[in-house]
């Protein structure tokens, strides 16, 4: 059975510093997906970025980036200069390669960025 | 334009009641889903539909029912609410590994 588990329950940073979050996961399968999502203070749930299992590279989109350590079944997202409408809550997901499953999601972690 | 549409926003009923959670997308997804989300626990998958079928159901209860009227539709039916149903209520379609998410429905039930 697949399992997320993000440690990190809330973070606080400064505007335009760099916030590291945390997510391990557990899966039997080879091949599986993972990606990070961020909810809005309004509820709105929005994708951000993806990794595939047999990618090696870290995914990069815009200001948001990928640490996948394969071996530890970790998948960090990083934050680079942070904006004050980065706070919300980002919650961690994995899919195995079954594309009738649905994702299984992390508790999340809230991140509170200030002035 | 919103591309998902979940109806209502908010909704209250009695315990006991009936109701049913409206979504439709308009991205032209073949996949649609339903998660619930209640106060601290993780999003919580419970269905998955591909071309109206069911493909997966996660949800013990049966007294929840997705109703597929047309491509793009996946209502929610629930019945014989309880308090512990009170929660946010997402919709969801995707085309390939990426979900994208409705606004939700938010349940309260007395």
């Known amino acids: 059975a697949q399992k997320v588990t993000q440690t990190q329950t809330s973070i606080s940073v400064m505007e335009k510093t760099t916030v590291t979050m945390d997510c391990v996961y557990e899966t039997q399968d080879s091949s599986y997906f993972l990606f990070w999502y961020k909810q809005t203070a309004s509820g709105e749930i929005v994708f951000l970025i993806r990794?595939?299992?047999?990618?090696?590279e870290n995914a990069t989109v815009g200001h948001y980036s990928l640490n996948f350590q394969k071996p530890k079944s970790s998948i960090g997202l990083i934050i680079t200069a942070t904006q004050i409408e980065d706070s919300a809550v980002y919650f961690c997901a994995m899919r195995e390669n079954n594309y009738a499953q649905g994702l299984t999601f992390g508790l999340g972690t809230r991140v509170s960025v200030f002035p | 334009d919103p591309k998902i549409i979940q109806k209502p926003k908010y909704l209250v009923a009695v315990t006991g009641s009936e109701k049913i959670l409206i979504c439709e997308q308009y991205?032209?997804?073949?996949?649609m889903y339903w998660y619930r989300q209640s106060a601290k626990k993780p999003l919580e998958f419970m269905f998955s539909?591909?071309?109206?079928?069911?493909?997966d159901n996660q949800t013990a209860s049966s007294r929840f029912q997705p109703q597929s009227s047309k491509k793009n539709h996946l209502d929610l039916q629930i019945t014989a609410l309880k308090p512990d149903d009170s929660a946010t209520y997402f919709c969801?379609?995707?085309?390939?590994?990426?979900?994208?998410f409705g606004p939700g429905t938010r349940l309260t039930v007395l």
């Open positions: 990794q595939d299992s047999y990618k090696k």
């Open positions: 539909y591909s071309y109206q079928k069911l493909m």
């Open positions: 969801a379609s995707s085309d390939d590994e990426i979900l994208y």
């Open positions: 991205l032209g997804h073949n996949a």
